[in-house]
């Protein structure tokens, strides 16, 4: 087996840290434009939304390893997508950005919903913070052998 | 009795070793994609019983592989992840411990060899 598994394994936590604070920083800027009526691309903000994918060892890597199996190696944003769902209508005839019935399209973020989603991925990225502080009194440990 | 570096107690320790050190990224990984929808755990097993591969001896000992595989585990969220951050953190105390403790028993081992080196009388 290979023997950089436990420095490895870093890489892993890593990889899912990354992951997560990829995901704080979309929920930051859906809450940031939960008002926003005008983009880039034309009318109102979409909630932008990640797709995580799980990242596997691929048959070269596994080649040096007698090991079976696919041996993970962490996780990675595969995309990032813009929620469909529709806008909210609200009656504001004053607003510059109201449609011919008075009525403004505004972004679809829904603040409870992107409370919830910033929770899960605080604690998700404290965990992968718990697995690296493991990992790392474990390597302090492997040094520690024939010391004595 | 059998030299230390070839005795069945410091292989299998060393294997151990290696075993929880396989584990300890198995177990990063399962954490690492705590929300990636549809995840299976993976687990670490080995390809041979190790208290059987001992009393066969060094060599059956060497030749014991590692072989990491999907669980089916109930997954109890609706995205098909059946990852347990509570469970998966106990794993990980568990496996320091055991890394620990692994570590310590191979050190004893080779602090007894040096003795023997260096000790002269």
């Given at each position: 087996m290979s023997d950089d598994s436990l420095l490895a394994s870093l890489n892993v936590s890593g990889s899912g840290l990354s992951a997560e604070r990829t995901r704080l920083n979309i929920i930051a800027n859906n809450m940031a434009n939960i008002n926003t009526t005008r983009t880039a691309e034309g009318g109102s903000y979409r909630r932008r939304q990640v797709v995580f994918e799980t990242v596997l060892a691929d048959a070269t890597e596994q080649l040096d390893s007698s090991m079976e199996g696919n041996l993970g190696k962490g996780v990675r944003v595969s995309e990032i997508v813009k929620d469909q769902t529709p806008f909210k209508k609200v009656y504001d005839p004053k607003h510059p950005d109201a449609d011919e019935a008075g009525y403004v399209s505004l972004p679809n973020v829904n603040i409870s919903e992107e409370m919830v989603d910033l929770i899960s991925a605080s604690r998700a990225y404290e965990a992968n913070v718990a697995v690296i502080k493991a990992t790392k009194s474990m390597l302090n440990k492997s040094l520690e052998i024939g010391r004595r | 009795m059998k030299e230390i570096l070839a005795q069945e107690s410091y292989l299998a320790a060393k294997k151990m070793l290696d075993y929880a050190a396989l584990r300890q990224k198995v177990l990063a990984h399962n954490v690492a994609n705590i929300?990636?929808?549809?995840f299976k755990r993976q687990e670490v097993a080995f390809t041979e019983e190790l208290s059987s591969a001992m009393d066969g001896g060094a060599d059956d000992i060497l030749n014991i592989d590692f072989k990491v595989f999907e669980t089916d585990d109930i997954a109890l969220r609706n995205d098909g992840n059946n990852v347990d951050i509570d469970k998966e953190m106990s794993f990980l105390a568990q496996n320091s411990f055991k890394f620990s403790m692994f570590a310590d028993i191979l050190g004893d081992k080779l602090s007894k060899l040096k003795q023997a080196i260096t000790q002269t009388t």
């Open positions: - | 929300n990636t929808p549809g």
